[in-house]
T-cell receptor, first 111, second 117 residues
Framework: RKEVEQDPGPFNVPEGATVAFNCTYS??????FFWYRQDCRKEPKLLMS???SGNEDGRFTAQLNRASQYISLLIRDSKLSDSATYLC????????????FGSGTRLSIRP | GAVVSQHPSWVICKSGTSVKIECRSL??????MFWYRQFPKQSLMLMAT?????????EQGVEKDKFLINHASLTLSTLTVTSAHPEDSSFYIC?????????????FGPGTRLTVL
């Protein structure tokens, strides 16, 4: 089982819809959580950090559920430009810092 | 936000040659730099973690003698793919982590697309 798992999708939704996807992690020692966005053939770009209290940035809301070991990303009023792959990133610290990327969830917004 | 550059952005080389990729943090000092590889339609795979002035830490399955990493300063890390073969063709991405602000945040370079003929 992978340490960080995401539904690969693709999620194909109409413009204006609300879409949500989760990312589960297996190591309870995980400490920091992020959502990155990656466009085709480009580098990942940080979308937002994820806090236990949840955080919102415009149309994007991220939440962390430590008890169930998952993080979520909600996109409201989706735009065509939201089409991308969304990567879940988990970091933890033991003897050495460890950064693990999920395999990504592909989102496609249709007109 | 912080800017990370990579050079070259793409390279085509013959099998058996070595290729050097540079990763620079342009407006901040990077305590740690990371090198990733991404094959088509797959996620990023961490290859190694590089701290300035010390030897890189390689992930399991990554040959340190094939992928030479040098982190000579707080703003520059290089990855050299030695004796490249077609199976090394991939998208190589570096990232840099700063000790300031959101300390866990990684800033990614634009990537280097390597094609080995």
């Amino acid at each position: 089982r992978k340490e960080v798992e995401q539904d690969p999708g693709p999620f194909n939704v109409p413009e204006g819809a609300t879409v949500a996807f989760n990312c589960t992690y297996s190591n309870s020692a995980s400490q920091s959580f992020f959502w990155y966005r990656q466009d085709c053939r480009k580098e990942p770009k940080l979308l937002m950090s994820v806090y236990s209290s949840g955080n919102e940035d415009g149309r994007f809301t991220a939440q962390l559920n430590r008890a169930s070991q998952y993080i979520s990303l909600l996109i409201r009023d989706s735009k065509l430009s939201d089409s991308a792959t969304y990567l879940c990133v988990v970091t933890r610290y033991s003897s050495a810092s460890k950064i693990i990327f999920g395999s990504g969830t592909r989102l496609s917004i249709r007109p | 936000g912080a800017v990370v550059s990579q050079h070259p952005s793409w390279v085509i080389c013959k099998s058996g040659t070595s290729v050097k990729i540079e990763c620079r943090s342009l407006d901040f000092q990077a305590t740690t730099m990371f090198w990733y590889r991404q094959f088509p339609k797959q996620s990023l795979m961490l290859m190694a973690t590089s701290n300035e002035g010390s030897k890189a830490t390689y992930e399991q399955g990554v040959e340190k003698d094939k992928f030479l990493i040098n982190h000579a300063s707080l703003t520059l890390s290089t990855l050299t793919v030695t004796s490249a073969h077609p199976e090394d063709s991939s998208f190589y991405i570096c990232s840099a982590k700063t000790s300031e602000g959101l300390a866990d945040t990684q800033y990614f370079g634009p990537g280097t697309r390597l094609t080995v003929l």
